[in-house]
């Protein structure tokens, strides 16, 4: 199939890499040209605007947008509106609001463009690993754009097959879902990113809580040097919190065991605050992952390190830098 792709970043470029290497045919358009040109090296044909892009797609054209949230993707897609034409779709696969999507696609539908949203996880990894991807927007235009999601999907691998699922869709067993009309595809991503800021708060205090049993605070009787690294190799292993994030946390403390090249200023891109606030509207009680985004406000008036192996996590497996924020004297 061919696909137009705006914003080859970590993932953008990533999305477009692995799906030349599916055979399918890319035109990608990124603000810094020197992407461009590295990523059309391999395959992807260049555009030099949003204009020339729309221009190299064949009708029925989709055009998937992987910017940061916010205003740039708005203004994009608003942009994109403007150059297609009836029956072309638009992608978001960035991490956008899901009331966003919800506003876009009402707004587009007048002009007989179709709207899908794509939460999309996989970060710097993807290209290997593959996306899981939780997909919102009509079917018909999800049922066309398969073969591209099931090129992006992680397959199911070697992931036993969950008992009882006989007779039901096959594509979430691949590692993607479609899952309802616009806006559901963010929204259920949103819920997975504020999971993970409480999965990844409890790793880090535990590894906190261990590595704090050293401490002279404690009864020379019960202190105990633990080596966080093989903690986290033989938990990775078999142990019943064995996880991906795990396998991450591992890599971290086995590249720098103190994390001396972390601060510990940990940043939220937004997903963790929206859920939140969808669990207040719905009169969900979220303890959990209200705590674990007030540990990352904390974070930054805080040093601590659970909140630098927090920040080593997300380096892991998004290629986040650490937020350097300016301390008082």
């Known amino acids: 199939m061919q696909l137009g792709i705006v914003g080859l970043g970590r993932m953008g470029g990533n999305i477009a890499l692995r799906l030349v290497k599916n055979g399918h045919s890319v035109v990608g358009y990124n603000k810094d040209t020197s992407r461009t040109t590295a990523i059309a090296k391999q395959g992807m044909t260049a555009a030099n605007s949003l204009r020339d892009l729309v221009s190299k797609l064949a009708p029925p054209r989709a055009v998937w947008v992987m910017l940061p949230a916010g205003e740039i993707t708005d ?16 992608i978001d696969g960035g991490n956008t609001f899901f009331k966003d999507d919800i506003r876009r ?7 007989g463009i179709h709207y899908l949203d794509i939460g999309t996880s996989g970060g710097v990894w993807g290209l290997e690993r593959g996306y899981c991807m939780m997909i919102g927007g009509e079917t018909e235009w999800v ?18 097959r969950t008992p009882g699922r006989k007779g039901r869709d096959p594509r979430p067993e691949q590692g ?23 999965i990844m708060q409890a790793l880090a205090e535990g590894f906190d809580i261990m590595k704090g049993r050293a401490r002279d605070a404690v009864p020379e009787s019960e202190r105990f040097d633990i080596d966080l690294p093989d ?11 064995s996880s991906w994030l795990m396998d991450l946390t591992a890599i971290a403390l086995a590249q720098s065991p103190d ?38 406000f904390a974070s930054r008036v805080e040093e601590s390190f659970a909140d ?21 004297g």
């Open 308 to 328: 630098k192996l927090l920040s080593a996590m997300r380096a892991q497996f998004g290629g986040h830098a650490e937020a350097q924020l300016e301390k008082e």
């Open 143 to 160: 049922e066309r754009l398969d073969p591209i999601f099931k090129a992006l999907a992680p397959g199911a691998g070697s992931v036993d």
């Open 75 to 90: 203004n994009t897609i608003t942009e994109l509106g403007t150059l297609l034409s009836e029956g072309d779709a638009i």
């Open 105 to 111: 696609a009402a707004a587009l539908k007048p002009k």
């Open 259 to 296: 994390l001396k090249s972390f601060e510990g200023h940990v940043a939220d891109s937004g997903e963790g605050r929206w859920t939140v606030h969808a669990a207040v509207e719905e009169g969900v009680p979220a303890t959990v992952l209200s705590a674990s985004l007030y540990a990352r």
């Open 231 to 241: 903690i986290a190799e033989v938990w990775r292993r078999g142990a019943v919190i």
């Open 176 to 198: 993607y879902v479609h899952t309802g009309r616009a806006g559901s595809g963010h929204f259920v991503k949103m819920v997975h990113n504020g999971i993970e800021y409480g």
